[in-house]
């Protein structure tokens, strides 16, 4: 064999590699990043669902029973389960959520990639973003203050 064969084998073999180390969803924790963003998207427009029909801001988890969340997610309130998914239950959001982008409606908060240093939020805009858990508390201190 000529070692430009042998060369050109190997280049193949890592090409090959890195399409599927590095190619989307290519391993456990990529998904498992795509469920968060999901699940919480899904958490973020049924809270606009439920103040569509009712008028009102939901206040509590059994709220969002009344939207489209329980078919949509069969499965979702297992996200609440010790606390790996939480709301932040609003009071005076506008009904547009283009006018909510400074708002977080929901973040992860437990799990391997909630222990990074980043935690998982759903924006007011339902936007998702990877925000430092620092930043995330500053946000949640000031709405106490």
């Not at 990529?30 to 008028?55: P, Q, W």
Request: aromatic share 12%; hydrophobic share 40%.
């Amino acid at each position: 064999m000529s070692l430009k064969w042998i060369l050109t084998v190997v280049a193949g073999a890592v090409a090959i590699a890195l399409v599927v180390i590095r190619g989307p969803f290519s391993g456990g924790g990529d998904v498992a990043h795509e469920a968060v963003r999901l699940h919480l998207n899904f958490f973020g427009s049924s809270i606009y669902k439920y103040h569509a029909t009712t008028g009102k801001w939901p206040t509590q988890i059994d709220d969002l029973v009344k939207t489209a969340l329980p078919v949509t997610s069969p499965h979702w309130r297992s996200w609440f389960v010790d606390d790996a998914m939480v709301i932040v239950w609003h009071k005076n959001l506008k009904p547009d959520p283009k006018d909510n982008g400074r708002h977080i409606l929901a973040y992860h908060d437990k799990g391997l990639i909630a222990e990074g240093g980043h935690k998982w939020v759903c924006w007011g805009d339902l936007r998702t973003e990877y925000l430092k858990t620092e930043d995330l508390r500053a946000y949640l201190k000031n709405l106490k203050d």
